[in-house]
Nanobody, 124 residues
Framework: QVQLVESGGGLVQAGDSLRLSCAAS????????MGWFRQAPGKEREFVAA????????YYADSVKGRFTISRDNTKNMEYLQMNSLKPEDTAVYYC?????????????????WGQGTQVTVSS
């Protein structure tokens, strides 16, 4: 069983930056694709970004492309989401996710493991 723990959320102003981290308890993180999803109040969980197990491929939602960067360090069992130029509409609970199987990176149902989430609030 893979356990994921997010950190790095907080309250910032529009235009600021935050870096989210996701720590995995399982030493086989290097074999898992990783992703970030977010859920705002009253809205469904949505895809933010994903990275392949090797780190060679990355995927982004149009709403964050050019502002967010996903990365991973398999030697440390860590995944990161660097968020720049934050906007109030980025306010949400951000979830780290991992999967060992294929399918669309954009679909939450293809991910097997989830963190508890970290709150990001962007004030205008």
């Amino acid at each position: 069983q893979v356990q994921l723990v997010e950190s790095g959320g907080g309250l910032v102003q529009a235009g600021d930056s935050l870096r989210l981290s996701c720590a995995a308890s399982e030493g086989t993180l290097s074999r898992l694709d990783m992703g970030w999803f977010r859920q705002a109040p009253g809205k469904e969980r949505e895809f933010v970004a994903a990275i392949s197990w090797s780190g060679g491929s990355t995927y982004y939602a149009d709403s964050v492309k050019g502002r967010f960067t996903i990365s991973r360090d398999n030697t440390k069992n860590m995944e990161y989401l660097q968020m720049n130029s934050l906007k109030p509409e980025d306010t949400a609970v951000y979830y780290c996710a991992a999967r060992g199987r294929g399918g669309s990176y954009y679909l939450a149902r293809t991910y097997d493991y989830w963190g508890q989430g970290t709150q990001v609030t962007v004030s205008s």
